[in-house]
């Protein structure tokens, strides 16, 4: 009979192993409806009004500047919880650098 130790160390690699799997689903997966979500958020008329200069994606969160009507915001999109549910994105207070120019 297997002893708690033991159960309780399955239920830790497992739960460890879900998360690692969740963090490569979520950096590998396709992102256009995030993409779009972050372009709702900046209130972005139409795609070519606003164009994505960068972007950054980690398992936990994605990060987009977005150039708009002559200035850049940064739009961070993040799941509802921790690694699981749907993206919510809202626009921050840091500035975007325009498209096509080197830091």
Do not use: H
């Not at 256009?32 to 980690?58: F, G, I, N």
């Not at 850049?72 to 207070?93: F, Q, S």
């Amino acid at each position: 009979m297997a002893s708690a130790k033991d159960v309780v160390g399955k239920i830790v690699m497992v739960v460890v192993l879900g998360a690692a799997g969740l963090s490569v689903y979520n950096v590998t997966s396709d992102n256009t409806a995030v993409v779009k979500a972050a372009r709702l958020a900046m209130a972005c008329p139409s795609e070519a009004e606003c164009q994505l200069s960068r972007y950054d994606r980690r398992p936990w969160e994605q990060r987009f500047e977005i150039f708009s009507r002559g200035q850049g915001k940064v739009v961070r999109c993040a799941p509802e919880y921790l690694l699981l549910g749907a993206y919510k994105c809202r626009v921050t207070d840091e500035r975007a650098a325009p498209p096509n120019v080197v830091r």
